[in-house]
């Protein structure tokens, strides 16, 4: 039961455009998303976060948008840069737990 | 240190052996969290600790998986009588508070057994 998913495994986009990474969550008791991202052999390194009281997080050249009707995510980087060029993972928890629920990951690619 | 460690980075083992993966949290972090990673897929919770509350085990595979953490710092997990599908990357996190707290992972253990 994959609780979260991604469904574009992979992403690639042209220097100075925007990058628009998607996620979507079955679990109507999530109330807190983050975005990871992940170089090979190196653990993910957190991006950004929101919780479910809000729609919009900002920060920098990254924005998450979070539609809760819809039970979706998505994470956009503007303007993106090659080394952004790596895997991002979308990931929910609940307010009663810790626990992170990760989606599958989406090979973000930024040619110069 | 300033991040999360792990030890070893690779370890390969043989199918049956018994293995130890080591983590060291962030100074001070009272929440650690095992993940794993196999080949592919996004990360799959194992367990966590938070102070001295009994651990959350619900994430483990099989009975062969276990871990401990000493206080609030080391954690060890360990993987009896390995199997194939064992092999993935196994991640540490620790985190300064309970709930909402950022998530920070150390570099990974990727086990292979053979």
């Known amino acids: 039961d994959q609780q979260v998913k991604q469904n574009s495994p992979s992403l690639s986009v042209q220097e100075g455009r925007i990058s628009i990474l998607n996620c979507d969550y079955t679990n109507s008791m999530f109330d807190y998303f983050l975005w990871y991202k992940k170089y090979p052999a190196e653990g993910p390194t957190f991006l950004i976060s929101?919780?479910?009281?809000?729609d919009k997080n900002e920060d920098g050249r990254f924005t998450v948008f979070l539609n809760k009707s819809a039970k979706h995510l998505s994470l956009h980087i503007v303007p993106s840069q090659p080394g952004d060029s790596a895997v991002y993972f979308c990931?929910?928890?609940?307010?009663?737990?810790?626990?992170?629920?990760f989606g599958e990951g989406t090979q973000l690619t930024v040619n110069p | 240190g300033a991040g999360v460690s792990q030890s070893p980075s690779n370890k390969v083992t043989e199918k049956g052996k018994d293995v130890e993966l080591r983590c060291d949290p962030i100074?001070?972090?009272?929440?650690l969290y095992w993940y794993r990673q196999r080949l592919g897929q996004g990360l799959e919770f194992l367990i966590y600790?938070?102070?001295?509350?009994?651990?959350?085990k619900s994430g483990l595979p099989s009975d062969r998986f276990s871990a401990e953490r000493t206080g609030e710092s080391v954690s060890t997990l360990t993987i009896q009588r390995t199997q194939q599908e064992d092999s993935a990357v196994y991640l540490c996190a620790s985190s300064g508070q309970t709930g909402f707290g950022t998530q920070y992972f150390g570099p990974g253990t990727r086990l292979t057994v053979l």
């Open positions: 929101i919780s479910s009281i809000k």
């Open positions: 990931a929910a928890s609940e307010s009663s737990g810790s626990r992170l629920t």
């Open positions: 600790f938070q102070g001295n509350s009994a651990p959350d």
């Open positions: 100074s001070g972090h009272t929440a």
